[in-house]
C-alpha cells in the first residue's frame, strides 16, 4: 500500500512539472516555472480531499509522509543548482519578482489560516 502514496507523489511530479513546462512556455521561455511547487500544491491539495473522503489507508500516508520527509533536501538541492548570480546580475526584475513573491506569501498566511480554522471548527460543530 505504501507503494500507493509513492504513485500518488509521482502523479503529481509528473502534472507539475508539465504546468511548469506550460507556464515557462507561456511567458517566452524554455524553462519550467515552479513545476515541482505546483507539484506539491497538487499533492497536498490531493491527499486533502482523499483524507476528507475517507478514501486513503494509513499504508498509503506512509508512503506518502515518507517522500514529504525528504522533499526539502531535494529542493536544497535543486535551489543550489540554480545559478542565483545570474538572476542577481540579470537585472532587477529578478529581485522584485522574489521579494513579492515572499511578500504575497507572508500576506496569505493569515487566510489560509482561517480557511484551516473554519473547516476545524465545522467539523467539530458537526460531532
Not at 490531493?46 to 515518507?66: M, N, S, W, Y
Request: charged fraction near 10%; glycine fraction near 12%.
Amino acid at each position: 500500500m505504501a507503494i500507493y502514496g509513492t504513485a500518488l507523489l509521482s502523479i503529481c511530479l509528473l502534472a507539475g512539472l508539465a504546468v511548469g513546462r506550460m507556464l515557462g512556455w507561456a511567458v517566452g521561455l524554455d524553462k519550467n516555472i515552479g513545476g515541482v511547487g505546483i507539484a506539491m500544491l497538487l499533492l497536498i491539495l490531493i491527499c486533502d480531499r482523499l483524507h476528507q473522503a475517507g478514501r486513503i489507508k494509513v499504508p498509503t500516508e506512509g508512503g506518502i509522509l515518507f517522500w514529504s520527509s525528504i522533499y526539502i533536501p531535494i529542493v536544497v538541492a535543486m535551489a543550489a543548482s540554480q545559478n542565483v548570480m545570474a538572476a542577481i546580475s540579470g537585472g532587477w526584475v529578478a529581485i522584485l519578482a522574489g521579494l513579492l513573491s515572499v511578500i504575497a506569501c507572508f500576506a496569505l498566511v493569515p487566510v489560509i489560516s482561517r480557511i484551516g480554522r473554519k473547516d476545524s471548527i465545522s467539523q467539530e460543530d458537526s460531532a
